[in-house]
């Protein structure tokens, strides 16, 4: 069945219903039956603490599942946006990771690595694809970027391999590009230049986003709407600022409680939540969340419980909505 905010969005690029990731023969359920869309030009934001599955959601929609592991249930589709290239028209999906230095291969050049993706996406060689590097570095911010080909990842700061990480992706001319905590292992100033980076990006291509992130306040300032995860499942959903103002769901309360912040008016120390995230291999009965949670009743340990509207394109999956 369709959720409301998922009958909206007609011109969907990315579909995904009902994913399960497992490791074949085990029956814990690394991601267990979440379902969500993407249209072009917009941003999802996943949400939630390690563990829970953001990566592996992306790294299934990227086709890129560490060889352990597999999707054994639902289906990813990818609408035909007519930007391939040759007789294939598939969307290219690109994806930029957590830690750009130690995902850089040390033994070659920015440039080689740049020309030989513009080479396998784009058919550039040559003095065309030198040329065409050049101008991707300078779009990311890189400057004298022609002796910049020449240099090794090890060469750069944190922030400059990810912006040859995200040149890189943009080599791809991606309909979709994946950011999976993109700017975690980067200092504050870094950061926000890596987020309007991928702002003006997303503006300029009209590509759509999925980006990571267990920071709320990157997924406020990136996202539309965005999807709280918790032991592999969607527990739930909103338009962004619905979600930050109005979170109903007892998880993405106590994660928005958790955020520090700086204004001198709110004193308040950031709580932490209760508890910890259990292990796969022995989730408790009912809803995942029950043993941390303060508004759990005994229904919440007998099912795990389905979603409910609480407000428009609002979901969450809970016997025991906050109300606003
Ligand atoms: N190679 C692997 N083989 C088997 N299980 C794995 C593998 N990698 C991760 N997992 C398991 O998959 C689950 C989800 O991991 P995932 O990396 O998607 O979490 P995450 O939400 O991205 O966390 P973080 O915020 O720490 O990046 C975890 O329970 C983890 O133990
Ligand atoms: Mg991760």
Same mark, same amino acid.
């Given at each position: ?42 941003? @999802? ?7 829970? +599955? ?6 299934? $929609? %990227?086709? !890129? #599942? ?82 910049? @080909? ?7 700061? +944190? ?6 990480? $995200? %040149?890189? !992706? #943009? ?154």
């Amino acid at each position: 069945m369709r959720r409301p905010w998922e009958e909206q969005q007609l011109s969907d690029l990315l579909t995904v219903r009902d994913l399960v990731v497992q490791v074949p023969g085990r029956a814990a359920k690394i991601i267990d039956g979440i379902s969500f869309s993407l249209a072009a030009g917009q941003t @999802l934001g996943l949400v939630g603490e390690s563990g829970c +599955g953001k990566s592996m959601t992306c790294y299934a $929609i %990227a086709k !890129a #599942l560490p060889r352990a592991v597999a999707q054994t249930g639902g289906t990813i589709t990818l609408a035909n946006d007519g930007r391939g290239s040759g007789k294939r028209k598939d969307p290219t999906i690109a994806m930029i990771f957590q830690d750009p230095t130690s995902s850089l291969n040390p033994v070659h050049t920015i440039g080689y690595y740049l020309e030989s993706s513009l080479s396998r996406h784009q058919g550039l060689r040559g003095n065309d694809a030198r040329l065409e590097a050049m101008r991707l570095l300078e779009r990311v911010g890189i400057d004298q970027a022609k002796s910049r @080909l020449r240099s090794y990842p090890h060469q750069f700061s +944190g922030g400059m391999n990810q912006r040859v990480m $995200i %040149a890189h !992706a #943009l080599a791809a001319k991606p309909a979709l590009l994946i950011a999976d905590e993109p700017t975690t292992a980067l200092d504050v100033t870094t950061q926000a230049q890596i987020l309007h980076l991928l702002e003006e990006l997303r503006a300029e291509t009209g590509m759509a986003l999925l980006i990571v992130s267990h920071d709320l306040g990157v997924i406020a300032r990136l996202a539309d709407r965005a999807a709280v995860m918790y032991c592999g499942k969607i527990v739930e959903t909103a338009p962004v600022v619905d979600l930050l103002e109005r979170a109903a769901h007892p998880y993405a309360r106590a994660l928005i409680d958790c955020m520090p912040t700086i204004d001198p008016d709110d004193l308040e120390p950031p709580v932490p939540i209760p508890g910890s995230v259990p292990l796969l291999e022995n989730l408790p009965a009912g809803c995942y969340y029950h043993p941390r949670c303060p508004r759990a009743s005994a229904r919440c340990t007998a099912s795990f419980p389905g979603p409910a509207s609480v407000g428009p394109l609002h979901e969450a999956w809970c016997y025991h909505p906050v109300s606003a």
